[in-house]
């Protein structure tokens, strides 16, 4: 099952830690020899971003900074692992990363499963509920 990984702050100038930096790099080197991590990058800041909106049937651009944005996405990892269980422990093992080399940071990582040839993981209740229709 392929997962995607958001990592989500309020967006800063400031740069991370080296300790963060280097522990990351041993976290997404681990993930990688395992087969797990099939991407992964940062994103530059939401001045450089564009946003396509469609209202009303027409198509809108804005150009950033987008002041309304209290919290940007500042980077992302497809993964692919056999549960929802294993995603949310490599996200657990990011966040704690950051918690631990990065003081004062605070943020979330979304963990969200990829449309595939499978039914999304179903929910603790044990139903799936399936809206986005597939081509």
């Not at 996200?91 to 918690?99: E, K, L, P, T, V």
């Amino acid at each position: 099952m392929q997962f995607l990984m958001l990592l989500k702050s309020a967006e800063t100038s400031e740069a991370p830690p080296q300790a963060l930096m280097h522990a990351l790099g041993t976290l997404m080197g681990e993930m990688h020899q395992s087969g797990a991590l099939l991407s992964t990058g940062g994103l530059t800041p939401n001045a450089a971003g564009v946003t396509i909106r469609v209202a009303d049937g027409h198509l809108s651009r804005t150009d950033g900074p987008f002041t309304e944005s209290k919290e940007v996405i500042g980077g992302f990892a497809m993964i692919e692992v056999a549960s929802k269980e294993e995603a949310v422990e490599l996200a657990s093992r990011f966040m704690a990363a950051h918690r631990d080399h990065w003081p004062g940071w605070s943020g979330e990582s979304e963990v969200r499963q990829v449309y595939g040839d499978a039914e999304p993981v179903a929910e603790a209740e044990g139903t799936a509920t399936n809206t986005h229709a597939q081509p």
